[in-house]
Every structure is written in C-alpha cells, then in structure tokens.
C-alpha cells in the first residue's frame, strides 16, 4: 500500500514484488516508499470482479530513490 516503506541495506538490492488485489482500505494505485534499493521487479497478478475494479494496476515510483 501507500503506507510501505522499505530500506535496502548493502550495495546492490533488489526487491521481488507481486502486486494482486487492493485490500479493503487500498488503492488500485501503489506509491510505496523505497529507499537504496537499485532493482525493482514487479508482477501484477490481481483481478476485478464484476462491478468493483479490485485490481492493483500501477506502481508509481515518485518516492523511490536509488532505483535504476
């Protein structure tokens, strides 16, 4: 969500993330906050059901720093 915060420690970091369905208080959009993490892989695997667009759809990344 919004709210996550993750710091990488070390030199080269990478962060593995699989972005699915928002829970009851999320968005569809996520800006999380990233910190000295260099890699970023990202999935999207949520669906929507009728009626409700549930799925996560985007990463915005405007609070990422260090991300190559």
């Given at each position: 969500?919004?709210?996550?915060?993750?710091?990488?420690t070390?030199?080269?970091?990478?962060?593995?993330?699989?972005?699915?369905?928002?829970?009851?208080?999320?968005?569809?959009?996520?800006t999380?906050?990233?910190?000295?993490?260099?890699?970023?892989?990202?999935?999207?695997?949520?669906?929507?059901?009728?009626?409700?667009?549930l799925?996560?759809?985007?990463?915005?990344?405007?609070?990422?720093?260090?991300l190559?």
């Amino acid at each position: 969500q919004d709210e996550d915060q993750l710091t990488g420690t070390g030199v080269s970091n990478t962060l593995t993330a699989t972005l699915g369905n928002a829970n009851d208080n999320g968005g569809t959009l996520i800006t999380p906050k990233l910190t000295n993490i260099q890699t970023l892989n990202a999935s999207f695997t949520g669906s929507s059901s009728a009626g409700a667009n549930l799925a996560v759809t985007g990463l915005d990344l405007q609070d990422a720093t260090g991300l190559k």
